[in-house]
Antibody, heavy 118, light 109 residues
Framework: EVQLVESGGGLIQPGGSLRLSCAASGFTFSSFPMTWVRQAPGKGLEWVSD????????YYPDSVKGRFTISRDNSKDTVFLQMNILRAEDTAVYYC???????????WGQGTLVTVSS | QAAVTQEPSLTVSPGGTVTLTCGSS?????????PFWFQQKPGQAPRTLIYDTSNKYFWTPARFSGSLLGGKAALTLSGAQPEDEAEYYCLLSYNVARVFGGGTKLTVL
């Protein structure tokens, strides 16, 4: 059974940093790209980042480029999202999902809440 | 960055048929945008219903179907059930970026 479990969310002050993790199980992790998607309270979904199965290719929208970094450890079946220079508008539930460019996004985690506030 | 548009809200009667659409600010939506459709109910994570325009997963109810219609991606629900009341999002791919639509709140009433 495919499972994705996010962790690392919490309350952080503006300008701070946070690293999210997504632990995967039930499939050959290194064979799949992975995606982070976020959802601000009461708002829609926003694509945050993709990473290829090898980790060699990463993609971001302009809203997070230069502040967020996606990475993965295929030996630990885990994908990460390092978030720096956090802003109030980064407050959201962050979901990881299996799939990305070239591979359909199918399974989703339950999300982890990040709140950026002083 | 491209903008993806969806109807903010739609209503369908139980047993009825409704079509949700997904447009692109850059022009016609094609299969090259690899359209996805997701369903999200309050307090839950999204669930993927359709990928690559019209392909379904084993968990996708048969009453949902995807297509291209009039330059847009479309999600058709035939025989709506009360449990289909939810927010529906489309996702389009553009080279090295992916953009979600704003979502359609579907009411079954």
């Amino acid at each position: 059974e495919v499972q994705l479990v996010e962790s690392g969310g919490g309350l952080i002050q503006p300008g701070g940093s946070l690293r999210l993790s997504c632990a995967a199980s039930g499939f050959t992790f290194s064979s799949f790209p992975m995606t982070w998607v976020r959802q601000a309270p009461g708002k829609g979904l926003e694509w945050v980042s993709d990473i290829s199965g090898s980790g060699g290719n990463t993609y971001y929208p302009d809203s997070v480029k230069g502040r967020f970094t996606i990475s993965r450890d295929n030996s630990k079946d885990t994908v990460f999202l390092q978030m720096n220079i956090l802003r109030a508008e980064d407050t959201a539930v962050y979901y990881c999902a299996r799939g990305g460019f070239g591979v359909p996004t199918d399974y989703w985690g339950q999300g982890t809440l990040v709140t950026v506030s002083s | 960055q491209a903008a993806v548009t969806q109807e903010p809200s739609l209503t369908v009667s139980p047993g009825g048929t409704v079509t949700l659409t997904c447009g692109s600010s850059t022009g016609a939506v094609t299969s090259g945008h690899y359209p996805f459709w997701f369903q999200q109910k309050p307090g839950q994570a999204p669930r993927t219903l359709i990928y690559d325009t019209s392909n379904k997963y084993f968990w996708t109810p048969a009453r949902f179907s995807g297509s291209l219609l009039g330059g847009k991606a479309a999600l058709t629900l035939s025989g709506a059930q009360p449990e289909d009341e939810a927010e529906y999002y489309c996702l389009l791919s553009y080279n090295v970026a992916r953009v979600f639509g704003g979502g359609t709140k579907l009411t079954v009433l």
